[in-house]
């Protein structure tokens, strides 16, 4: 490449900014160079747009997600009241025998465990740490999870040891001529 | 504020006595922490006392800012190419060893390239330069185009360098004798030559075989 002569001992052209190194326009240059501008004020606009772009999007996700939320929870449909169902007769445990039902059809595992002559409870058998199926230990008046070591309270679902944080949802259960019914479902309080 | 047009930064080698006051007068300016941003180079310190002082000379296409791999070197709009972004400067040393003419310098202590700004906290409101302010020679000179060529009538401004195949223009204009020929000063002419009054001791191009292209 011969150097231009041009300019040697003029003035220097002020109107412009930043040259390349191979003298071409900045429209034909490469993405990477106009996106990292050597002119001060290209770059403080970059920086602002880059920053102006992340606020307004990010903003704007925030309001979408709102709106999203508010109109799933009014469309939701409600779920219908449950009704009784028998998941067991007395007879079938015997104290401190346990067994397995779903209720409402089709749910998650429950765990019924007979604890006394009439005493029943009933907890759905997910652990509230991470899933795994608890076990009953009647003689220690506990639940338990295998899994992480975690430990609930037979008698209120409450968790007492380990890493559930959570009581499980207990079953609620009635008791009739000899059968045990599933009632409802109360929610996992913490 | 941007720095005025017309005035311009003339560097006259020829007038260089070798004094430090550019050295001191930088140093003790606030806005770089006590490091001298001026470089007293001697051309032969064996055979000659002859010293040229070397400040940035704010390139229009700035190849420290263009190797700068965190984007950190930048130029305002008036081609003055600042001190590396201190957010931004890895302290990679890559301007370092890429500016033709030995200006940054990496100061290890704070992982920052801290080069000359040609003062810009002063040159932006009209004043000159600290190191042209004090300069004896005047060597380093800060002034309009006409004044020079009133005051010097046998030197005459170049601007233009080439550095390998890089032609390179400058905002800082080295004086030549008039009458001389004009004729473009490679830079890397003195590539292979040891470095002097440089921070790396290293010479990182004695790898390189003789008459190889760099």
Not at chain 1, 27 to 51: G, H, M, N, T
């Given at each position: 490449?011969?150097?231009?002569?041009?300019?040697?001992?003029?003035?220097?052209?002020?109107?412009?900014?930043?040259?390349?190194?191979?003298?071409?326009?900045?429209?034909?240059?490469?993405?990477?160079?106009?996106?990292?501008?050597?002119?001060?004020?290209?770059?403080?606009?970059?920086?602002?747009?880059?920053?102006?772009?992340?606020?307004?999007?990010?903003?704007?996700?925030?309001?979408?997600?709102?709106?999203?939320?508010?109109?799933?929870?009014?469309?939701?449909?409600?779920?219908?009241?449950?009704?009784g169902?028998?998941?067991?007769s007395?007879?079938?445990l015997?104290?401190?025998?346990?067994?397995?039902?779903?209720?409402?059809?089709?749910?998650?595992?429950?765990?019924?465990?007979?604890?006394?002559?009439?005493?029943?409870?009933?907890?759905?058998?997910?652990?509230?740490?991470?899933?795994?199926?608890?076990?009953?230990?009647?003689?220690?008046?506990?639940?338990?999870?295998?899994?992480?070591?975690?430990?609930?309270?037979?008698?209120?679902?409450?968790?007492?040891?380990?890493?559930?944080?959570?009581?499980?949802?207990?079953?609620?259960?009635?008791?009739?001529?000899?059968?045990?019914?599933?009632?409802?479902?109360?929610?996992?309080?913490? | 504020?941007?720095?005025?047009?017309?005035?311009?930064?003339?560097?006259?080698?020829?007038?260089?006595?070798?004094?430090?006051a550019?050295?001191?007068?930088?140093?003790?300016?606030?806005?770089?922490?006590?490091?001298?941003?001026?470089?007293?180079?001697?051309?032969?310190?064996?055979?000659?006392?002859?010293?040229?002082?070397?400040?940035?000379?704010h390139?229009?296409?700035?190849?420290?800012?263009?190797?700068c791999?965190?984007?950190?070197?930048?130029?305002?709009?008036?081609?003055?190419?600042?001190?590396?972004?201190?957010?931004?400067?890895?302290?990679?040393?890559?301007?370092?060893?890429?500016c033709?003419?030995?200006?940054p310098?990496?100061?290890?202590?704070m992982?920052?390239?801290?080069?000359?700004?040609?003062?810009?906290?002063?040159?932006?409101?009209?004043?000159?330069?600290?190191?042209?302010?004090?300069?004896?020679?005047?060597?380093?000179?800060?002034?309009?185009?006409?004044?020079?060529?009133?005051?010097?009538?046998?030197?005459?401004?170049?601007?233009?360098?080439?550095?390998?195949?890089?032609?390179?223009?400058?905002?800082?204009?080295?004086?030549?004798?008039?009458?001389?020929?004009?004729?473009?000063?490679?830079?890397?002419?003195?590539?292979?030559?040891?470095?002097?009054g440089h921070?790396?001791?290293?010479?990182?191009?004695?790898?390189?075989?003789?008459g190889?292209?760099?």
């Amino acid at each position: 490449m011969i150097p231009s002569q041009r300019g040697v001992e003029g003035p220097r052209d002020l109107d412009h900014g930043t040259v390349p190194p191979d003298g071409r326009p900045m429209a034909e240059q490469p993405k990477w160079r106009r996106d990292f501008p050597i002119d001060w004020a290209q770059d403080e606009y970059v920086s602002r747009r880059e920053l102006t772009k992340f606020i307004v999007l990010t903003s704007a996700a925030l309001v979408v997600g709102q709106f999203w939320i508010v109109l799933k929870s009014a469309l939701a449909r409600r779920p219908a009241p449950l009704v009784g169902e028998p998941i067991a007769s007395v007879d079938e445990l015997s104290i401190g025998g346990a067994k397995t039902f779903t209720y409402p059809e089709g749910s998650t595992p429950r765990l019924l465990v007979r604890t006394g002559a009439t005493a029943f409870v009933a907890y759905d058998q997910q652990c509230t740490h991470l899933l795994c199926p608890v076990v009953p230990a009647v003689e220690l008046g506990r639940l338990h999870c295998p899994c992480h070591n975690g430990w609930f309270d037979l008698e209120t679902g409450r968790p007492l040891a380990g890493p559930p944080q959570r009581a499980l949802p207990r079953v609620l259960l009635h008791v009739r001529d000899g059968s045990v019914y599933a009632t409802g479902v109360e929610a996992s309080a913490t | 504020m941007p720095v005025p047009d017309a005035l311009e930064f003339f560097i006259d080698p020829g007038r260089c006595i070798g004094c430090q006051a550019c050295i001191q007068a930088c140093t003790e300016c606030d806005t770089h922490k006590g490091q001298s941003m001026i470089q007293l180079d001697y051309v032969d310190r064996a055979h000659s006392t002859q010293t040229v002082p070397v400040v940035c000379l704010h390139c229009d296409s700035p190849t420290c800012a263009e190797v700068c791999p965190a984007d950190a070197i930048k130029r305002t709009e008036d081609g003055i190419v600042q001190t590396a972004r201190k957010a931004r400067c890895i302290a990679c040393n890559n301007c370092v060893l890429a500016c033709p003419f030995g200006v940054p310098k990496m100061q290890t202590k704070m992982n920052l390239m801290m080069k000359c700004d040609m003062c810009y906290d002063r040159t932006s409101v009209g004043l000159k330069p600290w190191c042209a302010s004090v300069c004896p020679s005047q060597a380093l000179a800060f002034g309009t185009r006409e004044e020079m060529a009133r005051l010097r009538p046998h030197a005459k401004p170049v601007n233009t360098f080439q550095f390998g195949m890089q032609t390179i223009r400058t905002k800082v204009n080295i004086m030549v004798p008039r009458d001389a020929p004009t004729e473009i000063v490679d830079v890397t002419a003195a590539i292979h030559e040891p470095t002097i009054g440089h921070e790396i001791l290293d010479d990182v191009f004695m790898e390189i075989p003789d008459g190889g292209d760099a």
